[in-house]
């Protein structure tokens, strides 16, 4: 039995058991007078007590079918969250990973104080191509610390 079936059981043994008590106000009068008339309204509230019975059923299946989905997709949602989180973290420990391989950048001042030499000697270097520096994304000219140590140690031999 539907939703709607239930819903319009419940609402026709509300009218006949409204009819039996109160008649319908113009032409009908009430019909609550004897035993008969008795035997029917109690007739009429079991029927609408089955039929609210029937309601109440209905929504708690509902509620139940409602509250099963609410958990399955929590669940869903927990799993995709935990996936995410694992991506991530992989995600995060590899540019770590690649971080660690790639020497540290200083700056041309850095650079020129380890190097015993002015600011501008390490920028003529730069344009030269003596010294290779790097210009990361929003970031002034940096040079690998490798690339100094190497130019340290030729001036040493040189």
């Given at each position: 039995m539907s939703a709607r079936d239930v819903v319009?059981?419940?609402?026709?043994?509300?009218?006949r058991l409204r009819l039996l008590?109160?008649?319908?106000?113009?032409?009908?009068?009430?019909l609550v007078k004897g035993e008969v008339p008795r035997q029917r309204v109690t007739?009429?509230?079991?029927?609408?007590?089955?039929?609210?019975?029937r309601l109440v059923e209905r929504e708690r299946a509902s509620r139940s079918e409602v509250a099963d989905?609410?958990?399955a997709l929590e669940s869903e949602l927990t799993q995709r969250a935990a996936l995410q989180a694992a991506a991530q973290r992989v995600a995060v420990q590899a540019?770590?990973?690649r971080e660690a391989e790639r020497?540290?950048?200083?700056?041309?001042?850095?650079?020129?104080?380890?190097?015993g030499m002015s600011s501008s000697s390490v920028y003529r270097a730069i344009?030269?191509?003596t010294l290779e520096a790097a210009t990361p994304v929003g970031v002034p000219v940096r040079v690998s610390s490798a690339e100094v140590l190497r130019l340290l140690a030729e001036?040493?031999?040189g």
């Open positions: 319009e059981d419940f609402r026709k043994a509300d009218l008590l109160f008649g319908d106000g113009a032409v009908t009068p009430p007739s009429e509230i079991k029927h609408l007590r089955a039929a609210f019975d989905a609410a958990r540019a770590a990973e020497p540290p950048l200083v700056t041309p001042a850095e650079a020129a104080k380890v190097l344009r030269n191509g001036r040493r031999r």
